[in-house]
């Protein structure tokens, strides 16, 4: 890295945390530190949405996805609209209404306590651990650019971004997204320029296209319907609607960011806008990587994009090795002419079938020999055989100019700290607010019926504000006699973020051994988010369900999703309908003959007026 990307690479890194300690100056109470007193714009809840979700394993990962399986991925994500609006409807109207600090809040006045606290643990568990994966990503870019050791930067990384988290709470988590996602989106697109530019004299955007179409990347649309195939139409709009609505509506890192909106037509209007502009957004992202096939169909790459790992398969069989690499440069010389005969054809008007099927013949033996090459290190007990995460990298490395490659760095390390302190401020609120308060003696959260707004509802002395300092307690609550916790936890907001930083780097040390991130991630969510959108939904919609039903239902539902996913039943994104149908199933069937008693879904009444 030159001397100009190290200052624009550590100035863009600075300039994050010290706006973000600013933006979190002042925190005045728990209200202002948890839910930014309900102040945001739903243009700052929007873009806090999506920065909460387009982490660095997004801008790391996706093109790297996209390079190596197609953009078909973006399947992913079609049942994501659908939710939304499901969300808007019913969900930010109910938490809005319930004046809830945690989606979680709500099952314990709608079930019970056992309800509420079951539901945040599975919240806690999948976050924290997905944490630990968002954590990792960054760690790769800095170990690349560094050659650090990756356990060091993930101590690096993850430590850094809890400075502001830990000081500022949600507003200064919110602010500090809509920069960096501003930031990231100007950054992507400029690198699509320079992308293009980089191309063989004679050839543009729409050759870029041909070639990345004629060799599968652009399989944008899957029509076959396969409930083993993890990208098609059907799984993406049916499984990914169970997701997302998981995610959206009962993910904590996602309720936290519309609950903090000043009213819930702004929550709305958030929510909304991201089902609009999260496809296109994606879709974009994928097709960087659909025009990286392009790009090293015409220009030299390497069999394998993680140098370190290649460095090690050549000390440990350096005959093997060298005999890959050899076979592997000949085929880029025979790629590369086929791509510019096809090409040239194009221009002519008519493709010739056989320069055509030549060019796919050397694109189908590129893909096997890159196999040929994942198992030679999977062989030699290397974990790291799937090189999805380093693509980007190696084109930012690579193609861009300086100063381009300090900034892309950086905006990737900024999209991973917008994500991560999002989901550190969700767990500690989740964690201080469900266990330490939710589990006292019944006079926190919800349990007791009450609607106290502030401070009041935490059973504390109103007088008693969060006073942000450098001192060894910056929370000094008084607590009332009767509020205390039967665990052993200090009861500060702040505390619990620490905590939770230092379990998401832990766990960081042990996604050296996962492939490609953003599938990781993705698949880590969907162990648990079915179960849990199945108790918001009966919840809302099985009037007749108690807590007992749905407890018993969790619990089933959860050990049937882990069972599908043990004995790879079916794809992963179905995991999320089945863990919530099994929960409203059992819910429903357990209580049947029971009368429906009050009311507590979409028709829920409290003494709180409406927004």
């Known amino acids: 890295m030159s001397m100009l990307d190290a200052a624009v690479f550590v100035g863009s890194l600075l300039m994050i945390l010290v706006y973000g300690m600013w933006k979190g100056r002042g925190q005045g109470d728990h209200d202002a530190y948890l839910r930014a007193n309900r102040s945001l714009p739903w243009w700052t809840v929007l873009l806090s949405v999506m920065a909460t979700q387009a982490s660095a394993i997004t801008f790391l990962s996706a093109p790297g996805q996209a390079y190596t399986d197609g953009m078909r991925f973006v399947q992913y994500y079609f049942g994501l609209p659908i939710a939304m609006v499901v969300i808007s409807a019913v969900f930010i109207p109910i938490f809005r209404r319930q004046n809830v600090y945690t989606a979680y809040e709500y099952l314990e006045h709608r079930f019970d306590r056992r309800t509420r606290v079951t539901t945040s643990i599975l919240f806690l568990v999948s976050r924290g651990l997905s944490t630990g994966i968002s954590i990792y990503a960054p760690s790769i870019i800095v170990s690349t650019i560094l050659g650090w050791n990756i356990y060091l930067t993930n101590v690096l990384v993850g430590g850094l ?9 949600a507003r200064a988590v919110a602010h500090t997204q809509t920069v960096m996602f501003a930031i990231i989106m100007t950054s992507m697109a400029v690198s699509v320029y320079f992308l293009l530019g980089h191309l063989p004299a004679g050839m543009g955007f729409s050759d870029a296209v041909l070639l990345a179409g004629k060799s599968g990347a652009l399989n944008v649309i899957t029509t076959d319907v396969d409930l083993n195939d993890k990208y098609n139409l059907f799984s993406g709009i049916v499984g990914g609607f169970f997701l997302a609505l998981s995610y959206f509506g009962t993910d904590q890192s996602q309720v936290g960011r519309f609950i903090s909106g000043k009213g819930v037509e702004e929550s709305r209007k958030g929510m909304l806008m991201n089902g609009i502009v999260k496809v296109p957004m994606q ?57 510019e005969a096809l090409v040239a054809d194009s221009k002519d008007g008519e493709i010739d079938p056989a320069t055509e099927a030549e060019f796919k013949a050397a694109t189908a033996h590129k893909k096997e020999l890159r196999a040929e090459y994942q198992s030679l290190v999977r062989s030699n007990g290397i974990p790291e055989s799937n090189d999805a995460n380093y693509v980007f990298l190696h084109f930012v490395r690579t193609v861009l100019p300086a100063g381009m490659v300090g900034l892309i760095f950086a905006i990737i390390i900024m999209a991973s700290w917008g994500s991560i302190s999002a989901a550190l401020h969700s767990l500690a609120t989740a964690s201080y607010v469900d266990l330490t308060r939710g589990m006292g003696n019944g006079e926190s959260g919800m349990g007791n019926g009450k609607r106290e707004q502030g401070n009041a509802k935490w059973g504390m002395d109103p007088e008693a504000h969060l006073q942000v300092s450098t001192h060894d307690s910056p929370f000094p609550i008084r607590h009332s006699p009767s509020s205390h916790s039967r665990f ?45 959108l199945g108790i918001f939904l009966t919840a809302f919609f099985v009037k007749r369900a108690g807590g007992r039903e749905v407890f018993y239902g969790a619990v089933v539902a959860e050990a049937a999703v882990i069972g599908c996913w043990w004995f790879d039943v079916i794809s992963f994104l179905w995991l999320n309908a089945i863990g919530a149908f099994v929960v409203m199933g059992w819910a429903w069937a357990a209580s049947s003959g029971r009368a429906s008693g009050n009311d507590p879904g979409l028709l829920i009444r409290d003494n709180l007026p409406d927004e």
Request: charged letters at 15%; proline letters at 6%.
């Open 161 to 169: 971004l809890m400075v502001y988290t830990w000081r500022g709470g």
């Open 283 to 339: 879709f974009g992202i994928l097709f960087i990587g659909a025009l990286l096939v392009a790009l090293y169909a015409v220009l030299p790459a390497p069999i394998f994009f993680n140098d370190k790992v290649a460095e090690r398969v050549e000390k440990i069989e350096p005959a093997r090795a060298a005999e890959l690499d050899e076979r592997w440069s000949a085929l880029q010389g025979r790629l590369t002419v086929a791509s």
């Open 488 to 532: 052993p936890i200090p009861h500060s907001p702040q505390t619990h973020t620490l905590f939770w930083g230092v379990f998401g780097i832990a766990v960081s040390m042990a996604a050296t051994r996962m492939g490609s991130l953003i599938e990781a991630v993705n698949v880590l969510g969907s162990l648990f988010y079915g179960p849990i």
